[in-house]
């Protein structure tokens, strides 16, 4: 018999895509016979992964957990939205979320995190091997607040803190935990739909203002203004961007006659102490990811071609 070493477990998995665990008792069950071990994790239905590896993951879950100061977002995509309503798909996010909150949101780290009786990888891959598409751990992140509390948003959820869209949003305050907790979840909603791209004007990408303010300049250029007035119609310009881009000074999608920055004002009457947004986190899912366009008919037909 073969010694079951480290490396000859790594080499079925990388030739299988099973879970560590799996690739280990396969080759117990061989005596070390990797070739034997592929067998019969083929019968076992955990030889899938590897196969299902190369399609285009782009749907998915988007999963969302908070803990009072401090919260947690992963996305895990799936080849369909299908697996979305798929519970073991479901519990799955839920863990790796939870995972991400008390461990790591560093992605290839949180892969490695123990869950139960197996790593965050080896949960995934199992799950492809039981589903049958491809899945990936595709990103996790976090956000904290030193007092006060996260709240959390999902948007177009399948269950509870499981959906399409997901926030998390910062409230640094010593107000009133109810007030914070219902102004964070109307601000958590506000950054689902409103899409801001910081907190304020200083949290914007240096790069993104200075395209900004050349594309404002050229236009009062190209216009016949003089340099005088093409400086205060940058500065004009730049003024209705940050309404667009900015948080504290988007309209309020929930009362739009007034900002961001005045509803946290209102909110801080409420609370009984001043309110600091300490910052946001929105993932949705899928973007930036390119979905390969599908011909429904051609796969039917295909799959019933004979061969």
Do not use: C
Request: net charge neutral; hydrophobic share 45%.
């Amino acid at each position: 018999m073969a010694e079951i070493t480290a490396s000859l477990v790594k080499e079925l998995r990388d030739k299988t895509g099973a879970g560590m665990m799996d690739s280990k008792t396969a080759l117990v069950e061989t005596k070390g016979d990797i070739e034997a071990a592929v067998d019969w994790l083929r019968k076992k239905g955990l030889a899938k992964a590897a196969k299902k590896s190369g399609r285009v993951a782009a749907e998915g879950l988007i999963g969302a957990v908070v803990e009072k100061t401090k919260g947690a977002l992963v996305e895990v995509n799936s080849e369909t939205d299908f697996v979305a309503r798929n519970e073991q798909f479901q519990g799955l996010v839920k863990l790796i979320a939870e995972a991400a909150l008390h461990n790591t949101t560093d992605v290839e780290k949180l892969k490695a995190v123990k869950m139960d009786n197996s790593t965050v990888q080896d949960a995934v891959a199992s799950a492809v091997a039981t589903i049958g598409e491809n899945m990936t751990l595709r990103r996790a992140g976090g956000l904290s607040v030193s007092e006060g509390l996260v709240a959390s948003y999902v948007h177009s959820s399948v269950t509870d803190g499981l959906g399409k869209i997901g926030v998390l949003v910062g409230l640094e305050s010593k107000g009133k935990a109810d007030i914070l907790a219902e102004f964070g979840r109307k601000l958590a909603m506000h950054v689902a739909a409103a899409n801001p791209q910081a907190v304020d004007a200083a949290g914007i990408d240096k790069n993104t203002l200075e395209r900004e303010r050349g594309v404002l300049a050229e236009k009062a250029r190209a216009s016949g203004k003089p340099d005088n007035v093409i400086e205060k119609i940058v500065d004009s310009g730049l003024k209705s961007f940050y309404k667009e881009v900015t948080l504290l000074d988007q309209a309020f999608v929930h009362d739009p006659s007034k900002s961001v920055a005045q509803a946290a004002k209102e909110a801080e009457v409420q609370a009984g102490a001043p309110i600091k947004i300490g910052g946001f986190l929105r993932y949705a899912l899928g973007e930036g990811v390119e979905k390969q366009e599908q011909d429904f008919a051609a796969e039917v037909a295909a799959a019933v071609k004979p061969n």
